[in-house]
């Protein structure tokens, strides 16, 4: 059993980390919403607002049951967390995931490993590979924004406006970590075009087509949800 200290010290650092990863994305001019964070103890994902029965991976934030939904006109990048000191202030409260809302500054094509392994093969041959986040049995590949979502064949989902995605060192479901595959680059953080990762996506022969995002259920969030 880890003493009471040491468990302290682990959430220390490991919200240190977290709010590092809110500041490079800040940094790299990406909105940042503060999520849920997953309890060990209580075996789901525990956040501060008042009354929240959501048990799954969400947003923290008082609309996050109206965010993603048909015909809302506001985002959840309207409730992001933008300036450094905002940030660490936030941060220093709770374990918050970090999240990044879609469909503003990048999308996500959500794709299994075993697909993600060829088609990061495949746009790294093309030097149009971006960061890629692991997360359980799935790959996320982080675009720019391309507006309107494509309906692509097989377990493979594409994140626009009404989504998000979370990031390292962020844990999903079960207290699983996602991880970068492929860390970002540079300032600003270089983003491929989404429309080449889905030409590259195209020919691979996926069976019977699905829409993305879902914004419900919390697992076809661009989330560690698989883990």
């Known amino acids: ?14 919200r240190r980390r977290l709010t590092r990863a809110a500041l490079s994305a800040v940094a790299a001019g990406l909105p940042v919403v503060p999520g849920a964070w997953w309890s060990a103890s209580a075996q789901r994902f525990e956040c501060d607002l008042l009354g929240c029965t ?11 049951s109206k965010v993603g939904l048909p015909g809302l006109t506001e985002g959840l990048s309207t409730y992001a967390v933008r300036g450094p000191d905002a940030v660490r202030a936030r941060w220093h409260r709770q374990p918050y995931s970090v999240l990044v809302p879609t469909g503003e500054r990048c999308d996500v094509v959500d794709v299994p490993a075993q697909l993600g392994r060829t088609l990061a093969a495949r746009l790294d041959a093309r030097s149009a590979l971006g960061p890629v986040i692991a997360a359980g049995s799935r790959w996320f590949f982080l675009t720019a924004p391309s507006g309107q979502l494509p309906a692509l064949g097989g377990d493979v989902l594409v994140h ?5 995605i979370m990031l390292p060192p962020s844990l999903g479901p079960g207290g699983n970590q996602a991880g970068w595959l492929v860390r970002p680059g540079g300032f600003g953080w270089s983003l491929p075009s989404r429309d080449e990762v889905i030409r590259v996506i195209a020919p691979l022969s996926l069976p019977a087509p ?8 919390a697992s076809r969030q661009a989330s560690p949800s698989s883990a």
């Not at 200290?5 to 490991?14: D, E, F, I, P, Q």
């Not at 699905?210 to 259920?217: D, K, V």
């Open 1 to 14: 059993m880890v003493p009471a200290l040491a468990r302290g010290v682990m959430t220390s650092r490991y």
């Open 210 to 217: 699905r829409s993305g995002p879902q914004p419900a259920p």
């Open 160 to 164: 626009g406006h009404g989504s998000w």
């Open 54 to 64: 959501r048990t799954g991976p969400h947003p923290a934030v008082l609309n996050q």
